[in-house]
């Protein structure tokens, strides 16, 4: 059966990016200012450049990809929690082409901003770290 608790919503923080910075450097250090330990972010808007990732399980490793280019944020969607005691986001992302062609996967650093608006819902919980899970080789939620 699934591990779940009920938590509370406490604030909610909206934004943009700064033109050419990091994606996920960005969103981190917006939850790491205003200690965020629980919550979840959302975004769109456009890349100049992306770096997206894989995981493949059978490897249980991460295979990065870069796109050079101009690309359309269609979703990000993640969550935020703490990993080594320090807001960690995890987060997916989609992005078009200029022919409507969508990629995506594991949000990673490397993901250069042209414009983005992001929403950051942080909620009043401390109860999830993350912690080396030895089934899936991945850093998930204890439980």
């Given at each position: 059966?699934a591990?779940?608790?009920?938590?509370s919503?406490?604030?909610?923080?909206?934004?943009?990016a700064?033109?050419?910075?990091?994606?996920?450097?960005?969103?981190?250090?917006?939850?790491?200012?205003?200690?965020?330990?629980?919550?979840?972010?959302?975004?769109?808007?456009?890349?100049?450049?992306?770096?997206?990732?894989?995981?493949?399980?059978?490897?249980?490793?991460?295979?990065?990809?870069?796109?050079?280019?101009?690309?359309?944020?269609?979703?990000?969607?993640?969550?935020?929690?703490?990993?080594?005691?320090?807001?960690?986001?995890?987060?997916?992302?989609?992005?078009?082409?200029?022919?409507?062609?969508?990629?995506?996967?594991?949000?990673?650093?490397?993901?250069?901003v042209?414009?983005?608006?992001?929403?950051?819902?942080?909620?009043?919980?401390?109860?999830?770290?993350?912690?080396?899970?030895?089934?899936t080789?991945?850093?998930?939620?204890?439980?």
């Amino acid at each position: 059966m699934a591990a779940y608790k009920e938590i509370s919503k406490e604030k909610v923080y909206m934004g943009s990016a700064d033109y050419d910075s990091d994606l996920w450097l960005e969103l981190s250090k917006v939850c790491e200012e205003n200690n965020i330990a629980c919550g979840e972010v959302t975004a769109i808007g456009a890349l100049r450049s992306a770096r997206f990732g894989y995981y493949g399980q059978d490897e249980r490793k991460y295979s990065f990809i870069e796109k050079s280019g101009h690309f359309e944020i269609v979703s990000l969607n993640g969550n935020i929690s703490l990993k080594d005691g320090k807001p960690f986001v995890h987060a997916h992302i989609i992005f078009s082409d200029e022919n409507g062609n969508c990629l995506g996967g594991h949000l990673a650093e490397g993901c250069k901003v042209f414009a983005c608006e992001f929403t950051i819902h942080a909620y009043d919980s401390k109860d999830f770290d993350r912690a080396y899970d030895e089934q899936t080789g991945l850093t998930l939620w204890k439980r």
